[in-house]
């Protein structure tokens, strides 16, 4: 395992009494590009923040490299931040923009005119010097952002929601930039956004956050196919979140009818809740399924087929390149490695958590 | 805390600074002697002599009247200009918003006089009408000023879907666009009522012989000492202006609490 | 909404001709006389006529004066917005209010008023007596006529700054404390230079109302100080020599044109306007 570089312990932040973040403890290790995911509301930017410096935490601690940063100010600590919106400064230049921080340092005009040649190159806007960040597109003012906080040579930067302003397309150029940058620097990026593809996309780690506490911790192949509670499964991708109860080890009655599994360990006869992802669901003839059901809804959506299957009074989310037309009887299979098996929540905080979406 | 509290004090010294005038004028109000100088013990004589007083019961109908008349106009023209400068090119526009800048910001004594002279060379009767023009025209940047930000934050589409939808263009304008800038044409008016209110450079160069607002009567009291009705009359002024704000800003406020 | 060219002209008619009768006109008419004289001749002598020692020394006063205002405004005013854009004073109006609200009671009366507290045996020297500190001799002095400008134009370089203030987007400070500004360096590279639209109309609300007053004057500094306001006024209502009186006044439009263009560079998105 990396070398832990920032680490929270037990931080709690309430916003006019309201509890923001509740006792929450999370490690960052270097060189890692950890996500923090949720709904807004759930606490992510705030505890972006709190790393940052701009919020100070009620209760807790914050850890850089073994010190206590807790209550230093932002401009005493070693990483950087790019803003949603950008923050430029739009009373200076590009290169004014990216200057500030060398310049505040002191730094030598030689030392600084490389960079700010180094950090455009890395970017993809050499030459974009003396233009005004109000003559940028949303696009460019993004790159800008980052260049302007990577001259600082940061160990860790914070990303909050930088790509939220832009348009599908771009979204997706830039997460391919971000990835390059993140691997050409060496460095911890810290990325705060509310959209799941993003997240599964760019993260080695995602930490996946709703009301102030932390759902899930885990790589994002975790995440999508082994959600820990309903909330993760149904707010990482479309899912079927079905009421179910645990026979035994290997298998599961789900509405009735039983079904194999992988899980073990949950004890005989408990109620759970069961996550099968829509690709996951297999379409049969009648005969051929462990439950049949009707098709209800059919929609093409240029890679597959998406269908709504009605079948022993649950509503499947079917995803299948294959088309079955509304009205037609079929059997509904899956494989006992797709079936993700989840305790039912215990606290009223997680189920509150888990309702709220 | 320090911080804070220093700030606090800060604050408090501006506003005393602000606010001690009128302090002392509605002191001043209830003084029982004539002189300035002198506290003579609490009386309310002069609010009684106030209302017996024509010269002064005359003086706040004029003014009253001539911000009422001027600032409605204004609001009219003024509204209706929003609109229209909204709708020009970008030059045409900063144009048109450099002409209505000119009264803000160019000194109110050369308003005056270009006023004065502009009413002597028509041959026009200085009078209640030659106020009245002048204000009107000093109270239009106002207006302009606070319509034009809601003018321009109206959603073109909201006007578009109401043509859509059968109503004629005087029709959709005034069930769509104007409740939305409703609030800056409010604004408008109470700011340029409120100017044309305290107005007295202006008034003073286009005022006719024998016709006086409260502004250009206190001027000429100056010499000869301020009448302590005038003190009396301010206070009823102010306080009644702030037990309406008062009002105001209470009702919408539990409107909106009741709505959440 | 379509552009109509038709329902255009009609919607701006009223307004241009308004503008046109009552505010371009009579400036034409103030140039027409100051350039000429009794019997409609051109000439400059009443442009000129400010070079005269009386005249220039009125001028020179109130340019003095009016500086003086517009700094004590400043140094008074950006504090003050300072601190009321940092509270959570939420109503934007509510500020905007408490600086007009003094304005519904007369601003002739407002200022007389000062004539009391500052008396020699006004309020004031009442309350410096009390502290056993020494009296405050300023009335019928400059001094006292720098004062009644702060005190009525004080409004007018808050409100612009204020409003400059509560735009800066609270993350741009965030960034440049996050790319290492201290709190000072932020001050000074970054929010001073993004209110300076609001700085520079707060500059010129002050500057050319107190450079041209003859009120505040007349009022505070006694008979005795005449300030360029007060000899155009006595030009017009008691003189009568309308040729001078607009002659002079040219020259103070050309300190507010001065004025105008410059907060038409610094200010081009009208964003220091003061509602």
Redesign the interface.
Known sequence: MKKELINLIDISKSFDGELVLDELNLSIHENEFLTLLGPSGCGKTTTLRII???VSPDKGQVVFDGQDITSL???KRQL??V???Y?????MDIAENIA??LK??NKSKNYIDDKIKYALKLVNLEGYEKRMPDSLSGGQQQRIAIA??IV?EPKVLLLDEPLGALDLKLRQDMQYELIRLKNELGITFIYVTHDQEEALTMSDTIVVMNQGYIQQIGSPETIYNEPENAFVADFIGDSNIIDAIMLEDKLVSILGARFACVDTGFGTNRPVDVVIRPEDVELVKPEEGVIQGTVTHLIFKGVHYEMEVMANGFEWLVHSTEMFSVGTDVGIRVNPFNIQIMNKPESEDEEAAAIET | MIKTTA?KI??GL??L??????L??MM?SFNASRT??KWGGFSLKWYSALFRNREIMQALWNTLLIAFVASLVAVV??T??C???N??GRRARAV??G?????M???????G??????FI?FGLKFGLGTIL??H??FC?PYVV??VMPRIKQVD?SV??AALDLGAS?VKAFFKVVFPDILPGVL?GYL?AF??S??D??IT??TKGAGVDT??TK??TE?KKG?KPE??AL?TI??VT??LL?FLV?KTPQEKSKLQN | ?K?NKL??RL??A??LL??A???????G??FY?GLTDRFGAFTMENVVAIMGAEHAKALWLSIALSLASTVVCFL?AY??AM??AHMNVSQH??IV?????????????????????L?K?G?INNILEFLHMPPLAIINTPAAIILGMV?NF??FMVLPIYNSLVKV?P??V?????????EI?TFF??IF??T?PGVISGI?MVF??A?????IS??LGGSKILLI?NV??EE??QAGN?HL??GL?IV??VF?LF??VI?AIFDKN?EG???
């Open positions: 940052g410096g701009f100010p932002p401009n950087n931040t803003f949603q919106k923050a430029l400064f739009t009373h500030f921080g505040i340092k302007r906080a600082n | 700030q800060y604050v501006i506003f600074f602000l606010y001690a005038p009128i002392t004028l001043l300035r100088a023209i003024g209706i200009a609109i229209a400068i709708r020009m048109m918003m002409i209505t800048n000119i009264p910001l160019d000194a109110e004594i050369v308003t006089i270009s006023l004065m002279l502009l060379s023009l002048s009107i025209t239009i000023l606070s073109a006007y578009e263009p604004s700011m409120t100017i209110l305290d007295f450079i003073h160069f409260l502004s206190i001027y100056v301020i005038m003190y301010s002024i102010f202006v702030l704000l800003n | 909404m552009p329902t255009d919607l701006s009223p307004y308004w503008e009768i009552f505010i371009i006109v009579p400036l008419m103030v006389y008074l504090p003050l601190i009321l109006s509510f209010l408490i600086f007009i609200l003094p304005m519904w009671m007369n601003f002739l009366l407002r200022t007389l008023a000062w004539q009391t507290l008396e045996n309020v005190y004080l409004p987007d993350n741009v965030n960034a440049a404390r996050d790319l290492g500004a201290n360096q590279k970054i230079p993004l300076i010129t050319v109302p450079l041209t007053t003859f009120v007349k009022l306001g155009i006024e017009f209502t309308w009186g607009s006044s103070l439009m507010i004025n105008m907060s009208g306007n003061m509602l």
